[in-house]
């Protein structure tokens, strides 16, 4: 079955205590995105990847780290979670960059508490 | 970068009812406006999209009309179905940045 998966799904954790969160598809898609998603602001885009080792801002990076060392994988980091990245996180992948006019498919998304 | 502005943020219809969505975008420079549900505790799912190259497009009782010049797009359910109810986001997208709106709680009563 084509699919996101992202693990863990719900995760509580404290101030500073470093974490990732994984994100991987098996659509052989070339792009891959982080959103976090808060009432009222819907979706904000965080990194974004085209492919293999290139990774890219989106319009809410600050705190947040990615690597692509495989093009099925995407994690996001956190280094040093504060209790202003508690949201709610999808990742999404589509073939093509999201220039490329393509369907963006999303994870289950992972609801993150920072206390 | 590309600001995306979505009106209403709810909506209340009756079943039957016709539900518009209105969304602004302030790069000219964008050519691809997809919209996506995500119904209670479930992920984003595209439901229809359209081209800067295309003014409307439909899908059975969705449709979504784009005016350029104005630059705002907008999303159009007939008939509506309480299986509508949901929150409707749009987008647009202007190389790889992709901006979504706020979102528009959609409700129809039965």
């Known amino acids: 079955e084509a699919q996101v998966t992202q693990n863990p799904r719900y995760l509580i954790t404290v101030t500073g205590k470093k974490l990732t969160v994984t994100c991987s598809q098996n659509m052989n898609h070339e792009y891959m995105s982080w959103y976090r998603q808060d009432p009222g602001l819907g979706l904000r885009q965080i990194y974004y990847s085209m492919n293999v080792e290139v990774t890219d801002k989106g319009d809410v990076p600050e705190g947040y780290k990615v690597s692509r060392k495989e093009k099925r994988n995407f994690p996001l980091i956190l280094e040093s979670p504060s209790p202003n990245q508690t949201s709610l996180y999808f990742c999404a992948s589509s073939l093509y960059p999201a220039g490329g006019i393509n369907e963006q498919f999303f994870g289950p998304g992972t609801r993150l508490t920072v206390l | 970068g590309e600001n995306v502005e979505q009106h209403p943020s709810t909506l209340s219809v009756q079943e039957g009812d016709s539900a518009v969505i209105k969304c602004t975008y302030s790069?000219?420079?964008?050519?691809?406006f997809p919209w996506y549900k995500q119904e209670l505790g479930k992920r984003p799912q595209l439901i229809i999209d359209i081209r800067s190259n295309v003014g409307e497009k439909k899908d059975q009782r969705i449709a979504v009309t784009l005016n350029k010049t104005a630059k705002h797009f907008s999303l159009h359910i007939t008939e509506t179905q309480p299986e509508d109810s949901a929150v409707y986001f749009c987008a647009a997208i202007y190389n790889n940045d992709m901006r979504f709106g706020a979102g528009t709680r959609l409700t129809v009563k039965p």
């Open positions: 790069d000219s420079a964008s050519n691809y």
